[in-house]
């Protein structure tokens, strides 16, 4: 199965001119996060039925809060609020609209498979560390260093007294342990979010964090630079009047990941599910 990493062909911000004059010329920002790249391609499509022409432009996640705020791109279809992405809007809250919310209860989490009965809540890992050992210690199977879920992560191992190392490596890296360890019933925890495709591919429970290392749930809005709704009116009405369920966006997410091309993968997801996106368009 090929990672959406291995191909999302991404462009950056230098190549850019400034937000196109042109009323119909619109650029999404994007980052490379699975749920990122499922909707930025979907919505790609779904204005340029509408007759708008659509830029995808993928960066840094800080680059596209500056990249919106001095008008570099007109959308970014994924903000956490009001805890995971706080810190990054609020240099730039007077120059970004923060739009309505398309997704509810995204959450980062600890994670097992569920046929690892006994194992509930991130406490359960205490005693059961020697179940875990992956090159000579008990191992939770990270992402990237620099990322929140990391430093999440090592809080919940200081904040639970956890006997246990978090060895950091890449979301694709992630998937293919939890892939291995999965088809052979193996004992693995590792870092994921919701939304993510894993949770339909796989049965998988977040355990339990009383504690609350992950922090709270956030939604997922979406953001323009100020005054953008007022130049797209229409755009805007589209763009808030669309939700998705977990679900859904999994499945979307899923589709994209077994295609194995994200603009693929969201055509023919559109295609199967035209009802649910006729109730977000704008009659024109």
Same mark, same amino acid.
């Not at 659509?54 to 001095?70: D, P």
């Given at each position: 199965?090929?990672?959406?990493?291995?191909?999302?062909? &991404?462009?950056?911000? &230098?190549?850019?001119?400034?937000?196109?004059?042109?009323?119909?010329?619109?650029?999404?920002?994007? +980052? +490379? *996060? %699975?749920? +990122?790249?499922?909707?930025?391609?979907? *919505?790609?499509?779904?204005?340029?039925?509408?007759?708008?022409?659509?830029?995808?432009? /993928?960066?840094?996640? %800080?680059?596209?809060?500056?990249?919106? &705020?001095?008008?570099?791109?007109?959308? %970014?279809?994924?903000?956490?609020?009001?805890?995971?992405?706080?810190?990054?809007?609020?240099?730039?809250?007077?120059?970004?609209?923060?739009?309505?919310?398309w997704y509810d209860g995204a959450q980062d989490e600890l994670v097992v498979p569920t046929y690892l009965?006994?194992? +509930?809540?991130?406490?359960?890992?205490k005693d059961n560390a020697e179940r875990f050992v992956y090159q000579g210690q008990p191992t939770i199977i990270g992402i990237e260093s620099g990322s929140a879920i990391s430093g999440e992560t090592e809080n919940a191992i200081e904040s639970y007294d956890l006997p246990f190392r978090q060895l950091n490596s890449s979301g694709p890296a992630m998937l293919a342990a939890l892939e291995e360890a999965y088809a052979n019933g193996e004992p693995i925890a590792v870092t994921l979010w919701q939304p993510h495709w894993a949770y339909a591919q796989y049965d998988l429970k977040a355990l339990e964090d009383p504690k609350k290392s992950y922090g709270g749930g956030d939604d997922i809005m979406w953001m323009s630079p100020k005054g953008f709704g007022e130049r797209?009116?229409?755009?805007?009405?589209?763009?808030? /009047? *669309?939700?998705? %369920?977990?679900?859904q966006l999994a499945d979307l997410m899923l589709t994209i990941e077994n295609v194995g091309d994200p603009t693929q993968g969201a055509k023919q997801w559109i295609e199967e599910n035209r009802d649910l996106i006729d109730e977000w368009l704008v009659d024109e």
């Open positions: 199965m090929k990672s959406l990493n291995a191909v999302f062909v &991404a462009c950056g911000l &230098a190549g850019l001119s400034m937000t196109a004059s042109a009323d119909d010329t619109l650029t999404i920002g994007t +980052n +490379n *996060w %699975s749920e +990122n790249i499922a909707v930025s391609h979907m *919505w790609q499509q779904l204005l340029e039925e509408q007759g708008y022409d659509v830029e995808l432009t /993928t960066t840094g996640k %800080s680059v596209l809060f500056s990249g919106l &705020a001095q008008g570099d791109l007109d959308i %970014s279809l994924e903000v956490w609020l009001p805890h995971g992405d706080a810190q990054y809007i609020k240099p730039y809250e007077d120059r970004i609209d923060v739009h309505d919310a009965e006994d194992i +509930n809540t991130i406490s359960d890992l797209h009116p229409e755009v805007t009405e589209m763009l808030d /009047t *669309w939700h998705m %369920s977990h679900a």
